[in-house]
Structure formats: structure tokens, C-alpha cells
């Protein structure tokens, strides 16, 4: 069963910074891998979708990585701005079907 | 081109009533899914609808949710005899084909059952 793992849970940095949100997955058996964004009340963003035959996925300010073998998956913020506060989501497909086995989220603030 | 749209935006119902939700997906997007986000809590699987096969109904938590989707038009999530436990945001996507493919999700429904 495909579990998807998402730390940390929160994450509070100062304007300016870069950062790293990290992704976990149980089943290496992924087609893709796909990072969204959720502004409080509001429905999914999708930012980078990274397919199983790549390592990155670029952006703008935004990279997404991806290592199969390892499970695992970050995203890269460069020069973090207080726009970018949010709740950040990963999500692989699972098996055949294209429903997606969402993490619990990263809850990021940036502060000014 | 315009995005996934989803009405009402919020529904506020009294336990026991039925309710019915409606997803509009991307033009010629044949893939079609609903997710539940509860209050805290990560989004959950409902349904998925592909072309005109038959859905991938597992994620239905009990017999009184259904979906219908005719063609690769408007879909419809009815709940029937709602409990407060069913208080959630549902999420509609869409996507161009299924695995592999970009979901792109609809501002969702603000269900509050009192």
C-alpha cells in the first residue's frame, strides 16, 4: 500500500531564505510525482508535476526533485517572499488509477 | 482557458437532508475525481471517472455517497441522509487522461452539515 510522508509538518523561515520541503514515498513504483500548493480556504494549485523518468523539475523560483529508488522527493524554494506562505502537498498516483495518495502537507510561513 | 469550476461553493444542510454537488472539468479532459478534505485532515480518494468506463468507485466511504458523470461533461456527487461526520471540503480534478497526466483541481464545496 503507497504511503506518502511529508516533513516537517510546519515550517516558519524569514523573507529571503531558501528552503526544502521533503516527500516520502513507500512504493518506488510511481508514474509521477506532483507538488501543489493550498492558500487557506481554497482549493489545490498545481505547481510542478515530475514524470518517473526524470530527476527535476524546474519553475521558476520553484525545483522539484525526484529519486525513484529512494522514495523520496523535495522541493526547492529559492528567496522565499511571504506570498509563498501556504500549505505545500505532494501526490503520486496510485497503480493504474490516476487517483492520488496525497502527504498531510507542509505548512510554511514566511515571515517579512 | 477556464479551470475546473465547482458549485455551490459552500452548503451548509441539516443532518439527514441530501445534498448534491456539481463539478464542471477542463474541456475535452476525460478524466474526472472527487476528493474529501476533512477539517485537519489529509485529502481522501473518492471517485474516479474515465471516458466511458466504468468508475473506480473504492474510495466511497458508505453506500449513501454516489457520483454520476455523463460523458466527459458535468459530474454530480449526491450524499444521501447526511451526518455531521460528512463536513468537509470536496475537491473535484480533472486531467487529460488518467496516470501520469497533470490533475487540475476546482476551488471545491464547503460542505457544513449541522
Known amino acids: 500500500k503507497q504511503e506518502v510522508t511529508q516533513i516537517p509538518a510546519a515550517l516558519s523561515v524569514p523573507e529571503g531564505e531558501n528552503l526544502v520541503l521533503n516527500c516520502s514515498f513507500t512504493?518506488?513504483?510511481?508514474?509521477?510525482l506532483q507538488w501543489f500548493r493550498q492558500d487557506p480556504g481554497k482549493g489545490l494549485t498545481s505547481l510542478l508535476l515530475?514524470?518517473?523518468?526524470?530527476r527535476e523539475q524546474t519553475s521558476g523560483r520553484l525545483n522539484a526533485s525526484l529519486d525513484k529508488s529512494s522514495g523520496r522527493s523535495t522541493l526547492y524554494i529559492a528567496a522565499s517572499q511571504p506570498g509563498d506562505s501556504a500549505t505545500y502537498l505532494c501526490?503520486?498516483?496510485?497503480?493504474?488509477?490516476?487517483?492520488?495518495?496525497f502527504g498531510q502537507g507542509t505548512e510554511l510561513s514566511v515571515k517579512p | 482557458g477556464a479551470g475546473v469550476s465547482q458549485s455551490p461553493s459552500n452548503k451548509v444542510t441539516e443532518k439527514g437532508k441530501d445534498v448534491e454537488l456539481r463539478c464542471d472539468p477542463i474541456?475535452?479532459?476525460?478524466?474526472l475525481y472527487w476528493y474529501r478534505q476533512r477539517l485537519g485532515q489529509g485529502l481522501e480518494f473518492l471517485i474516479y471517472?474515465?471516458?466511458?468506463?466504468?468508475p473506480d468507485k473504492s474510495g466511497l466511504p458508505s453506500d449513501r455517497f454516489s457520483a454520476e458523470r455523463t460523458g466527459e461533461s458535468v459530474s454530480t456527487l449526491t450524499i444521501q441522509r447526511t451526518q455531521q461526520e460528512d463536513s468537509a471540503v470536496y475537491l473535484c480534478?480533472?486531467?487529460?487522461w488518467g496516470t501520469g497526466y497533470e490533475q487540475y483541481f476546482g476551488p471545491g464545496t464547503r460542505l457544513t452539515v449541522t
Open positions: 471517472f474515465q471516458g466511458n468506463s466504468a
Open positions: 501526490a503520486v498516483p496510485y497503480n493504474q488509477g490516476g487517483k492520488l495518495i
Open positions: 515530475i514524470q518517473s523518468s526524470q
Open positions: 480534478a480533472s486531467s487529460p
Open positions: 512504493d518506488s513504483a510511481i508514474y509521477n
Open positions: 474541456s475535452g479532459h476525460t478524466a
